[in-house]
Every structure is written in structure tokens, then in C-alpha cells.
């Protein structure tokens, strides 16, 4: 990783400067100083008890080439996200991945990646790959330039940000980007899907509990809801998709299994698709629809969206 060459302090966006020794980040303004730790820019003082250590996976899968048919895989991945971000942001741009987790290799060889996320145990594994690391929360701001990026994008970080923090992100966000400049998300939403209806008709305290509480899910809300929250902070939307309106990504089924009866023998069977061809064969199945059927069902039945908008 080489230490991003222009950092902002995220309390009043004063330029940081890095020691001469490369340990640190100060502050000219405030005096805050940020450590450098593990090629992981800290500026968090004390790391989150839900989130520290929580995901470490890395997608480690490169297409042979970038172009038909090598990369075709990238269209299968999180519901599409990937191949959005990939039609959207021209390669050689400057990427945030926020809620990165431990990364995204096709991004890192695609951008110029920076990844931030509130782990700064799941920034370590990435930090081989992404340009620069950092641990902040995004909701008391981005430690970035303003206009210095092409697109900021994130997968299932969305419905955990309060829906009163919202604004502010966004403005945030905004404010890092380029005037064109893209957000790319994907997303839980609240929505009508067939399954979830069941499930919360049978024990709406159990939903709220396994779906909700225990997910982090704090800012849960529908693809309306969301798409007014961009268009009111200055973003045009440019695409707005509902995905997995029938079939649901075969991890869901971990938490389907917590209903008795008919949805728990349906969980049992959904499981089995986890890993292997059988979730290779399951994920395409699920994708297909999601083109095809997807297009023409109600976009309340959709289980996660993507959202693509561009700053204004």
C-alpha cells in the first residue's frame, strides 16, 4: 500500500500532513494526530465492538482478461454490483470502496482503490491491494479532498446508517466526489418480498430480532424511501433495480432456518446451495431471474436493490 498523498482531516477538513518517520497523520488545525498501523491510516480511537473483526472475506477473482467472455463471472457477483460499478466508473479512476471490508481484488486492479471501513483488522488483509486504507466512520466524515474521487460505492452498508444520518453521509459523500461523479450501491431493502412476508407474518418479533437487530440493520427502509433520501442531496438517479424478487441469496437461508414448519424444511434445502457448484449453479439461476422475470415483477418485491446515481 502507498500512503494516500493528500488526507483531510475529518472533523475540519484541514490537510494533513504525514511525519517524517511515516507513523502518523497530524492535524495543523486541531492538533489531532492519526497513527499509521499496519499500512492502515487510523482515524477511529478506539475500534467498534460490533463491526471490529467481523468480515474478513476478500474476493479474490480476477477475469483472464478484461473483456467478453473472460469477465462475464463479474456480472454473477453480489447480485450484479460488480458489473455495475464496472459499467459505470471508466478504469483509472479514483474508487472509494466504503464498507469494504477486506476488499475487492477486480477493484484494485481495475482503479485506483482507496477502501475505508470501521475494521481496521479487515482493512489489514487488503492493504496489499487497495492504493489506501483507512479506518473512519463514515457518518463523522471522510478524511478526503473534496472532489478527489470518481465514485464511492459500497455493497450492504447502506441499511446500516440511521436514516437521520443519511443526509449528512450524503453530503459527505458528495463532497468528496466530482462533479459526474458516481455512487454505486447495493443494498437490503424493506420491501414486500414473498418470503419476507411469511416470515414476518408467522413472528414479526423474531424478523425484527434475526433480520433487523442482530444484522446491525438500523437503517432498514424501502427502494422509495432511499431513492428520495439520493435525489434530495443532489444526486441523479441513474439506474434503481430491484434484485432477488424470487429466489434469495443462498447465506438468507441461515437466517430463514430460524422459522419452524414449511420455512424451516425450505431453509434446510436453501443451505445446501451455500458453497460449491451447487452455489455457482444457484447464484446464476438466481441471476437469471433477476434479468429476465425480475424485470416485469413489482420492484416491492425486491429483497436488495442497486442503486447507481450520479453527483449533479
Not at 483507512?134 to 457518518?139: E, F, R, S, Y
Amino acid at each position: 500500500m502507498e500512503l494516500a498523498p493528500s488526507l483531510v482531516c475529518p472533523s475540519d477538513h484541514a490537510a494533513l500532513a504525514l511525519a517524517e518517520d511515516r507513523a502518523s497523520y497530524g492535524c495543523g488545525r486541531c492538533g489531532q494526530k492519526y497513527p499509521v498501523q499496519d499500512r492502515v491510516v487510523r482515524f477511529l480511537a478506539e475500534d467498534d465492538a460490533f463491526y471490529e473483526g467481523r468480515y474478513f472475506n476478500t474476493v479474490r477473482w480476477l477475469p483472464r482478461h478484461d473483456g467478453a467472455p473472460w469477465d462475464w463471472p463479474l456480472w454473477l457477483m453480489t447480485s450484479g454490483y460488480v458489473w455495475a460499478v464496472r459499467r459505470h466508473v471508466p478504469a483509472g479512476s479514483t474508487l472509494l470502496e466504503f464498507g469494504c471490508a477486506s476488499g475487492i481484488r477486480y477493484f484494485s486492479e481495475r482503479y485506483r482503490a482507496i477502501g475505508l471501513d470501521l475494521s481496521a483488522a479487515s482493512l489489514a488483509r487488503v492493504a496489499d491491494l487497495y492504493s489506501t486504507c483507512l479506518q473512519a466512520d463514515l457518518t463523522r466524515g471522510i478524511p478526503l479532498p473534496d472532489g478527489s474521487l470518481d465514485a464511492a460505492v459500497s455493497s450492504f452498508v447502506w441499511e446500516h446508517i440511521l436514516p437521520a444520518q443519511k443526509p449528512a453521509v450524503l453530503a459527505e459523500l458528495r463532497r468528496v466526489l466530482r462533479p459526474g461523479g458516481k455512487l454505486i450501491f447495493l443494498y437490503d431493502v424493506d420491501g414486500r418480498h414473498p418470503l419476507y412476508r411469511r416470515m414476518q407474518a408467522a413472528d414479526p418479533a423474531l424478523f425484527q430480532e434475526i433480520l433487523i437487530d442482530r444484522e446491525g440493520h438500523t437503517g432498514w427502509q424501502s427502494a422509495a424511501e432511499n431513492a428520495a433520501s439520493f435525489e434530495a442531496a443532489g444526486f441523479r438517479m441513474r439506474e434503481h433495480r430491484g434484485k432477488e424478487k424470487l429466489l434469495i441469496g443462498p447465506a438468507m437461508y441461515d437466517k430463514v432456518q430460524h422459522w419452524p414448519g414449511a420455512l424451516r424444511a425450505l431453509a434446510r434445502v436453501g443451505i445446501r446451495f451455500r458453497f460449491g457448484w451447487r452455489f455457482q449453479l444457484y447464484n446464476a439461476a438466481n441471476r437469471a431471474l433477476d434479468e429476465t422475470l425480475g424485470r416485469v415483477l413489482p420492484e416491492s418485491w425486491a429483497r436488495v436493490m442497486v442503486s447507481v446515481c450520479e453527483r449533479t
